[in-house]
Nanobody
Framework: QVRLEESGGKSVLPGDSLKLACEARGGSFSPTGMGWFRQAPGRDREFVAA????????AYEDSVKGRFTISKDNGRSKLFLQMNNLKPDDTAVYYC?????????????????WGQGTQVTVSS
């Protein structure tokens, strides 16, 4: 089975930038779309950004628009999230996910393959 592995999470200061990566390992990989979600302590997992795997259309949660950029490398089966001007409210475990069917890519239920997450901490 193809497994997703996130990397790049760390502790940073407010205003810093950070780039997360997600690599699909273990087989061929052609999802309909991929997304980033995050979960802060005591909160539900929430949508951050998504990208259609072939067309490249993107969507973002309102609080990250203009600060975060989702991108992909289809040939290397990799997904990225460039995060700029990080805020304390961005602190969370960040998960990448792959969808293998059409759907609403802001919804968790659209995705059927999830990574284990990588911790991002933004504090002064």
């Amino acid at each position: 089975q193809v497994r997703l592995e996130e990397s790049g999470g760390k502790s940073v200061l407010p205003g810093d930038s950070l780039k997360l990566a997600c690599e699909a390992r273990g087989g061929s990989f052609s999802p309909t779309g991929m997304g980033w979600f995050r979960q802060a302590p005591g909160r539900d997992r929430e949508f951050v950004a998504a990208i259609l795997w072939r067309m490249g259309t993107t969507a973002y949660e309102d609080s990250v628009k203009g600060r975060f950029t989702i991108s992909k490398d289809n040939g290397r089966s990799k997904l990225f999230l460039q995060m700029n001007n990080l805020k304390p409210d961005d602190t969370a475990v960040y998960y990448c996910a792959a969808a293998n069917r059409p759907g609403i890519f802001q919804h968790e239920r659209t995705y059927d393959n999830w990574g284990q997450g990588t911790q991002v901490t933004v504090s002064s």
